[in-house]
C-alpha cells in the first residue's frame, strides 16, 4: 500500500502546478534568448558590414539583454564575440582587415562584460566570466586532453 501512495505521490508532483510553471518558463527564457541572439547576430553582422555605430550600440545592448534573460547563453556568445576579436586582432596585424571591426568587435565585448561584472556585484555574485575563464583555464591545463 505504502508503494502505491508513493507512485501516486511521485507522478502527482511531476505533473504538479509548480513543476510545470518552471519548465514553460525554462521554455520560454531560452526561446526568448535564442529570438535576442538572432537579433544581435543580424545587428553585429550590419555594424561590421556598414560600419554603424548606431547598429553596435544596439548590438552591444542586444546581447546585455540576452545576459538578464540567460546567462548561459550569453557566455557562450561572450566566447564566440572573444574568438572573433582574436582573429579581427590577428587579421589586423597581417594588414587583411580595417581596425574599425576590431574596435567594434572589441566594444561590444568589453562593455557586455563590464555591464556583467557590474550585475554581478549588485546581486553579490560569482561573476559568470570569471567562472568560464576559470573552467577553460581548467579544463585547458588538464592532462585528459594530452
Known sequence: MEKRICLLGSLFSSFSFLVTVELLAALISNMMAWAAVLFFS???VKSLRLHSKVSCFLAAFTLVLVLFLH???WSFMI????CLVSIYSL???SGLSSMLKLK???VITVSNVIVEFVRSFVQK???VTVRS???LVRVGASLSFV
Open 71 to 73: 546567462v548561459y547563453t
Open 125 to 127: 555574485s560569482e561573476s
Open 104 to 106: 567594434f568587435a572589441s
Open 79 to 82: 566566447i564566440i564575440l572573444g
Open 133 to 135: 575563464g576559470a573552467n
Open 42 to 44: 543580424g545587428l553585429l
Open 91 to 93: 587579421r589586423h596585424v
